[in-house]
């Protein structure tokens, strides 16, 4: 199993980034996956998450309304669109898929600084 983030990057605040999350070895229709940050000195945190099967999607306050979560099943890959970015959400962003039985598995992180 291998999940391989990537899309990170430095963008001026109000700008837009999107992340990847390529999967192998484990199937969307039976793992949920999920998107964490972690700033420098600060604890992982979720920033939102989506179901197995029917793709339902749930985000963090702080993010809602400007971060989006989508997959594409041909390349078995989850994106998390990030929009009008502000210098708070500046962290490594890591993705992560669980099953209800099971290890959970997490990506490497990729670095969004948000900065002019």
């Known amino acids: 199993v291998q999940l391989q983030a990537s899309g990170g990057g430095l963008v001026q605040p109000g700008g837009s980034l999107r992340l990847s999350c390529a999967v192998s070895g484990l199937s969307l229709d039976y793992h949920a996956l999920g998107w964490f940050h972690q700033a420098p000195g600060k604890e992982r945190e979720g920033v939102g998450c989506m179901s197995s099967g029917a793709g339902s999607t749930d985000y963090a306050a702080a993010v809602k309304g400007r971060f989006t979560i989508s997959r594409d099943y041909a390349k078995n890959t989850v994106y998390l669109q990030m929009n009008s970015l502000e210098p708070e959400d500046t962290a490594v962003y890591y993705c992560?898929?669980?099953?209800?039985?099971?290890?959970?598995?997490w990506g490497q992180g990729t670095l969004v600084t948000v900065s002019s």
């Open positions: 992560k898929a669980w099953a209800i039985v099971g290890r959970p598995y």
